[in-house]
């Protein structure tokens, strides 16, 4: 009787397509933003990336960069936002856009500023945080969405 053949393991160079769906499912359900495995020589890092179009409306894509060249691969393929001062998070938290569902937002992409004027909220435990402009100017991106984890220092805004 004949054995049937068995499926060759894949090549240590290209990434195992089952884990990276995983890993990628891994990052949906936890809200992460990224997740690396190592496995003998093999390395692979899958990783969501934020971009922000013209509509500023948050899409996020999750991408998958394997072997030695990985980190230097996704950080010359990440988007960089537009230009400005960045407002990042100063804390652990889920950042809301808007005071309560059905509301208008905070402030929106093209929207005017002031110094002080509150941006979003984070709340930690329990408790409502305001995000507020560092300086006048206008909105040039909304890096995160609402409902979204973030962590401390994670750019959460540009105002230009």
Known sequence: MAKPE????????SPDTDLVRELAGVLNDTGLSE??????????????????????MIATAPTAVAGPAAAHASASTAPQPPAG??????????VYLQA????????KVGDKVSEGQTLLLIEAMKTMNPVTAPRAGTVAAILVADGQPVEYGEPLAVIG
């Open 35 to 56: 997740i690396e495995v190592e496995r003998g020589d093999l390395r692979i890092r899958v990783a969501k990336t934020l971009s922000v179009p013209s509509t500023a």
């Open 85 to 94: 001062d960045q407002v990042k998070s100063p804390m652990v938290g889920t």
């Open 100 to 107: 309560q569902p059905g509301a208008p937002a905070f402030a």
């Open 6 to 13: 068995a499926q060759a393991a894949p090549a240590p160079s």
